[in-house]
């Protein structure tokens, strides 16, 4: 995975918050070695937020999209009005994307089964 047009964060999360989350294990790996990033990524350049430990955690509670869509994690955004999140309910394409406005879980748009395939469908224009 090419996160050449992120800055990532130098240090990990708090391991004992990682344990509190709940996390899938690809993401928490992640956060247990770069607590979050941003920058953009893929050819056409699209902005991408990945939250920190503590991120995650605050807007769990603040997003409307997660009253909304019970059992979804949000871990980033767009920057904008999109937010990529896990679900863990879906069989399959668990990591994808749901509009921040969103009305439920009809919205999201499933576009992986890890951390990495929805990495690599954003930075294919997917």
Known sequence: MDLSGMKLAPEGADPKLLDQLGL?????????????G???????KRPLLLWSAEQIES????????????G???????????????????RRGKYGRISLLAAGPHEFE??????????TALAEGR
Do not use: C, H, M, W
Not at 39 to 44: D, E, F, W
């Open 24 to 36: 899938p294990a690809d993401l928490r790996a992640f956060l247990a070695k770069n607590n979050g």
């Open 38 to 44: 941003r920058g953009t990524i893929g050819a056409r």
């Open 110 to 119: 499933p576009l992986g089964d890890s951390l990495e395939e929805l990495l």
């Open 59 to 70: 807007e769990a509670d603040e997003q409307e999209v997660t009253r909304s869509t019970p």
């Open 72 to 90: 979804l994690l949000l871990f980033g955004t767009d920057g904008g009005a999109e937010g990529y999140g896990y679900l863990p309910r879906l």
